[in-house]
Structure formats: structure tokens, C-alpha cells
């Protein structure tokens, strides 16, 4: 869970982020992503990254509720591939009922 903007390299399970998600174009992860509150996830640059699992992207204003156009921006060549996966979701959402270790930055 990251309560702001983050930058994702590498990793899998479920990620939670507030703010805005930034991928660059190697980042590869499995499982599931939600990019909640501020609604905006940007992937920019060249590789061949993997993304399998889900993405859902939803913007709402925080105190005044209601759904907002939530963003989407993708650029950069390569071989990047985000793809829908239901085997990296359900082995994210099954581990999510035991957490193994928590970090705070």
C-alpha cells in the first residue's frame, strides 16, 4: 500500500497506490494493481517489461466522492506486454490473506 505517487520497477502480489503509479518500460510484476484516489498511471519508455494480472484505475475525489475520468498514458517503443492473467491474480489475491512483512518508507 503506498499512500501517494509511487514508481514501480519490479514485483508481485497486490499493489495499492493513492496518488500516481509510474512504470517505466522494463517493469514487470504479477498480480494485481489498483491505482485509486488521484486515478493516474503513467508508463513511459523503451523495453520489454511484463505486466500479468489486473489493472483497474479509478479516480474519486477523496472528501467530495464521485467518480472522475481516471488516466492512462502509455509511450516508448519495445516489447512491453500488459496482459490479463487470472493465475498471477488468484496467487495475489490468496496471498493476500497472510502477510508476511510489512515496510514503511
Same mark, same amino acid.
Given at each position: 500500500?503506498?499512500?501517494?505517487?509511487?514508481?514501480?520497477?519490479?514485483? %508481485?502480489?497486490?499493489?495499492?497506490?493513492?496518488?500516481?503509479?509510474?512504470?517505466?518500460? $522494463?517493469? $514487470?510484476?504479477?498480480?494485481?494493481?489498483?491505482?485509486?484516489?488521484?486515478?493516474?498511471?503513467?508508463?513511459?519508455?523503451?523495453?520489454?517489461?511484463?505486466?500479468?494480472?489486473?489493472?483497474?484505475?479509478?479516480?474519486?475525489?477523496?472528501? %467530495?466522492?464521485?467518480?472522475?475520468?481516471?488516466?492512462?498514458?502509455?509511450?516508448?517503443?519495445? $516489447?512491453?506486454?500488459?496482459?490479463?492473467?487470472?493465475? %498471477?491474480?488468484?496467487?495475489?489475491?490468496?496471498?493476500?490473506?497472510?502477510?508476511?512483512?510489512?515496510?514503511?518508507?
Amino acid at each position: 500500500f503506498v499512500d501517494g505517487d509511487a514508481t514501480l520497477t519490479s514485483g %508481485s502480489g497486490m499493489l495499492v497506490v493513492t496518488g500516481k503509479l509510474t512504470m517505466r518500460g $522494463n517493469t $514487470n510484476f504479477k498480480g494485481v494493481i489498483l491505482v485509486l484516489g488521484d486515478g493516474e498511471l503513467e508508463r513511459d519508455g523503451g523495453g520489454n517489461g511484463e505486466i500479468l494480472g489486473g489493472i483497474t484505475i479509478a479516480k474519486f475525489g477523496r472528501t %467530495s466522492g464521485g467518480f472522475l475520468a481516471p488516466s492512462f498514458t502509455t509511450n516508448g517503443g519495445g $516489447n512491453s506486454n500488459i496482459q490479463y492473467d487470472s493465475g %498471477s491474480i488468484a496467487n495475489a489475491l490468496n496471498a493476500a490473506t497472510n502477510v508476511s512483512g510489512i515496510r514503511e518508507f
